[in-house]
């Protein structure tokens, strides 16, 4: 069932799409950057001003740009659609006939949607590195520590940074599919996933209400960042990995709750 679920998924225009405007935002980053320069960075490492000095950091340029907008928001369009997709187009009925259970379903939906996650933020990455040597030089890379390691060793530690970026948004997918069961209107529960996200983010930057920065889903996400400092830090990164754990199990349980006793009538 989850083959089918992925095939039904990246065989959509929709999800073609949103992966092609994605793999192109490091050229365009990388063409930007050649043409003019790195900018002043924002919150977080400036992977920016350090990418004319190695290609690998073209990689994490792209995906810290990426996630505080266009990734949640990329999520939120597929894991919203997952259940209020199917209600709007009346085939989720259908999809009950069959002898799956509904937890079963969901958690299938789930799963799809964390996989495009991982798609969508190693794809990034592999755009980004191949943009990167093409417009950049290739040479040792600088830690965030000060000290330098191989182009190979940094290029590992570009997609591990990637794959602890695809950890980061799996709230954001359990968000959506949970908001996804209580309407039949995509756009609604794609707006409600993205509209938490933006909340957390505004939360996260006001100091009245430091306590309940621990709490909130976007808080740790440039802990991603502590792998290019010798030794890693991993404390930032456990942090976030509970947090999202803690995100995905509340999400997931108040989409099963809501799910198993929905009645669907379209």
Do not use: C
């Not at 793999?23 to 980053?29: E, Q, R």
């Not at 290019?228 to 942090?239: A, E, L, M, V």
């Not at 947090?243 to 809501?258: C, D, E, H, T």
Request: net charge positive.
């Amino acid at each position: 069932m989850l083959a089918s679920e992925l095939s039904l998924l990246f065989r959509r225009r929709r999800t073609r799409v949103l992966l092609v405007l994605l793999f192109l935002a490091p050229w365009l980053m990388g063409y930007i950057i050649f043409q003019f320069g790195g900018g002043q960075g924002g919150q977080g490492p400036n992977f920016v001003n350090l990418v004319t000095h190695n290609a690998v950091f073209l990689v994490l340029a792209s995906v810290s740009s990426l996630l505080p907008l266009l990734f949640p928001l990329s999520v939120s369009l597929i894991a919203a659609d997952a259940i209020a997709g199917e209600a709007s187009l009346g085939t989720l009925r259908y999809l009950l006939v069959v002898p799956v259970s509904r937890i079963k379903l969901l958690s299938n939906k789930l799963l799809a949607a964390l996989v495009f996650v991982l798609v969508i933020s190693v794809g990034v990455a592999v755009s980004g590195l191949v943009a990167g040597v093409i417009m950049f030089p290739a040479g040792r890379v600088l830690l965030l520590s000060g000290q330098t390691t191989s182009f190979a060793h940094g290029v590992l530690l570009a997609f591990f940074a990637s794959v602890l970026v695809a950890t980061s948004l799996v709230s954001v997918a359990g968000i959506g599919l949970a908001i996804s069961t209580f309407t039949d209107v995509p756009v609604g529960a794609t707006l409600g996933a993205l509209g938490v996200v933006i909340l957390s983010e505004i939360l996260s930057n006001i100091t009245q209400v430091r306590g309940i920065w621990p709490l909130l889903p976007t808080n740790y996400w440039l802990s991603f960042a502590d792998v290019f400092r010798n030794p890693i830090s991993y404390g930032g990164i456990g942090k976030d990995l509970v947090n999202q754990g803690i995100w995905l199990v509340f999400a997931f349980s108040l989409a099963a709750a809501r799910f198993l006793s929905k009645d669907v009538t379209s």
